[in-house]
């Protein structure tokens, strides 16, 4: 479905001061990940189509930016650099990606867009669990944490993909609590809830929503409409 409409300039688009622009619905979502297409099309209220196509790239993050703190900058620049990479893989057709990072700041923002083979584990949950807890120097440090998903799509121009952002302040839990169907959410409490974001999916999907940084990311979808360029 599309939805046409007139635009003059967007704060994401490089020197697109006078280009005329439509809006489209982006219905195809870049990701091997079933249960996150299910969750994409709940909250957007409309059917998305998943689609794998293997090899998109992962970009490395960039552990200064980390470092510094910049953990919105950071998901941004890789959700950007994924969702040109699957446009072309695309058959150059509108689609659009996910990045979900979680930055801790007790280990310099690891493991940051690392997520999956951080957190893809028992053992690499327990272990970042145990390395802000309970480090092998002993000294105490912070268990806050920023979970940030990052959406992104490109319109194929020399506009810059447009992105995003849902983020959520949390702390890191002692231990994993709750499923662990979905990444790092069984060790993520977010602020406000005194049970991670697993324990709250188990309860309600709509519990979790509540806290959830993709519904915030996908909320900001719908306030800025994904562009693309009127030919002519």
Known sequence: MTNVQSFSGSPEMNGAQSAQY???????????????????????GYEIEKREI??????????EMMQRGDYAECSAMTARAKAKDAYRKNNDQPCFVEDTAL??????????T?????CSSDRGLKSICRDVHDPADGE??????????????????EDEP??????VEG???????????FGFDCIFIPNGAQETLAQLWERSPALKDEFSPRRLG????????FLVRVEG
């Open 22 to 44: 439509r809006s489209v619905r982006l219905c195809v979502l870049m990701t091997g990940n079933e249960k996150k297409r299910v969750e994409f099309s709940r909250i957007l």
């Open 54 to 63: 293997h090899g998109v790239i992962e970009l490395q993050p960039d552990y």
């Open 103 to 112: 930055y801790c700041d007790a280990l310099e923002g690891l493991p940051g």
């Open 114 to 118: 690392l997520v999956k083979p951080h």
């Open 140 to 157: 105490k440090r912070s268990p806050r944490a920023v979970a940030i998903v990052a959406i992104a799509a490109w319109n194929g121009s």
């Open 162 to 167: 447009q992105c995003w952002l849902g983020s």
């Open 171 to 181: 702390t890191i839990a002692p231990e994993p609590r709750g499923s662990t169907v």
């Open 218 to 225: 996908i909320e900001e979808l719908g306030k800025r409409p």
